[in-house]
C-alpha cells in the first residue's frame, strides 16, 4: 500500500520544508539558491545593465546592504542603498573572481506583519579566484536578511557580519611549484583582505563619499541641471530646513456662542430713555448688549446718528483692566 500525504509517516521526496505551512510561493533560503543560480549565469559579457535587472530582481527599491568586518587598522562598517548595489556585486567579479555564491545553514526565520527575517549565524560566501592565482577563499560570518512580505520576496535590508576568511589553494598547484622558493612565497601570500578584493574594498570606501551624492545625482536626473546648481539648489533647502522653524500643528479656533442678556431694570431704563432713536438702536446697539465681562473689558455705549471715522455709526469706549481708554469702532 503506498503511503499519501495524510498518512503520518508519509515522507516527502522535497525534503520536511515542502509540508510547512507558508504564505509564500518558496521559502526565503530559496530565494539564496536563485541568486546563487542568477550570479552563475553571468557571462564575461554582462554590462550594467544586467547587474541592474540583477538588482531588481532580488532586492527592494529602497533596500540597503551592510558589510561589517575588522581590518588591521580597526573595525569597519560599510552601509550602501539601492543604487549602489549593483556595482558592489560586479566589482567582485571585477576583482578576479570567476564565481560567487552563498551558504546558509541552520537559518532561523521570523515572521512579521509586512517582513520575514532570516538570521543565519552560520553564513559562508564563498568565491572562486581565477588571477592571480587559482584559489577558493571561505569567509564566513552571520547573514541577517530582511524580505518583504509579498509574492516578490524581494531583500529590504542584507547586514553581513565577516568574522573569519580561509584561502585555499589546491594540493596539486603546490606539487607543481614545490621546487621554485619564490612561487612557493606568492602562494602563501593572502589575495584578500577578510575575504574582499581590492576592488570591492576601494568601492566601499568611494561610497562613504557617494552615498551622500545620491541626492545630487537624483536632482540632476530629474532636472537636468548642471552639478554646480545642483549643489547650490540643495545646501539652499537644507539651509531653509535648519532655519525654519517647526511647524506648529493647526487648531481650529473654538466658536463660543454668546448669550444676550436677560432685560433687566438698567436695560428697560436705557430703552426709555433713547425713545427718539428706537428704531436706530436696534440696528447699531445689539453690541452693546454683549457679554464683555469675561474678556476684562467693560464697555460704555456712545452711539450716535454721526457716523465714525470708518463710516460706522456706532462705536464705544471702552475700559481696560488697567484702568486706560481705548476707542473702539
Known amino acids: 500500500m503506498s503511503s499519501t500525504p495524510h498518512d503520518p509517516f508519509y515522507s516527502s521526496p522535497f525534503g520536511p520544508f515542502y509540508r510547512r505551512h507558508t504564505p509564500y510561493m518558496v521559502q526565503p533560503e530559496y530565494r539564496i539558491y536563485e541568486m546563487n543560480k542568477r550570479l552563475q549565469s553571468r557571462t564575461e559579457d554582462s554590462d550594467n545593465l544586467w547587474w541592474d535587472a540583477f538588482a531588481s530582481e532580488f532586492f527592494e527599491d529602497d533596500a540597503t546592504l551592510t558589510l561589517s568586518f575588522c581590518l588591521e587598522d580597526g573595525p569597519k562598517r560599510y552601509t550602501i542603498g539601492r543604487t549602489l548595489i549593483p556595482r558592489y556585486f560586479s566589482t567582485v567579479f571585477e576583482g578576479g573572481v570567476t564565481d560567487l555564491y552563498y551558504i546558509l545553514k541552520h537559518s532561523k526565520e521570523s515572521y512579521h506583519n509586512s517582513s520575514i527575517t532570516v538570521d543565519c549565524d552560520q553564513c559562508a560566501m564563498v568565491t572562486q579566484h581565477g588571477k592571480p592565482m587559482f584559489t577558493k577563499v571561505c569567509t564566513e560570518g552571520r547573514l541577517i536578511l530582511e524580505f518583504t512580505f509579498d509574492d516578490l520576496m524581494r531583500i529590504k535590508t542584507w547586514h553581513f557580519t565577516i568574522r573569519q576568511y580561509r584561502e585555499l589553494v589546491p594540493r596539486s598547484i603546490l606539487a607543481m611549484h614545490a621546487q621554485d622558493p619564490q612561487v612557493l612565497d606568492q602562494l602563501s601570500k593572502n589575495i584578500t583582505r577578510m575575504g574582499l578584493t581590492n576592488f570591492t574594498l576601494n568601492y566601499l570606501r568611494l561610497c562613504v563619499i557617494l552615498e551622500p551624492m545620491q541626492e545630487l545625482m537624483s536632482r540632476h536626473k530629474t532636472y537636468n541641471l548642471s552639478p554646480r546648481d545642483c549643489l547650490k539648489t540643495c545646501l539652499f533647502q537644507k539651509w531653509q530646513r535648519m532655519v525654519a522653524p517647526p511647524a506648529e500643528p493647526t487648531r481650529q479656533p473654538t466658536t463660543k456662542r454668546r448669550k444676550r442678556k436677560n432685560s433687566t431694570s438698567s436695560t428697560s431704563n436705557s430703552s426709555a430713555g433713547?425713545?427718539?432713536?428706537?428704531?436706530?438702536?436696534?440696528?447699531?446697539?445689539?453690541?452693546?448688549?454683549?457679554?464683555?465681562?469675561?474678556?476684562?473689558?467693560?464697555?460704555?455705549?456712545?452711539?450716535?446718528?454721526?457716523?465714525?471715522?470708518?463710516?460706522?455709526?456706532?462705536?464705544?469706549?471702552?475700559?481696560?483692566?488697567?484702568?486706560?481708554?481705548?476707542?473702539?469702532?
Open 274 to 329: 433713547n425713545t427718539a432713536n428706537s428704531a436706530g438702536s436696534k440696528k447699531k446697539t445689539p453690541a452693546a448688549n454683549l457679554s464683555l465681562s469675561s474678556q476684562g473689558l467693560g464697555a460704555i455705549p456712545n452711539c450716535s446718528l454721526n457716523p465714525g471715522r470708518d463710516g460706522d455709526l456706532c462705536h464705544s469706549t471702552a475700559v481696560t483692566p488697567s484702568g486706560q481708554f481705548k476707542e473702539k469702532h
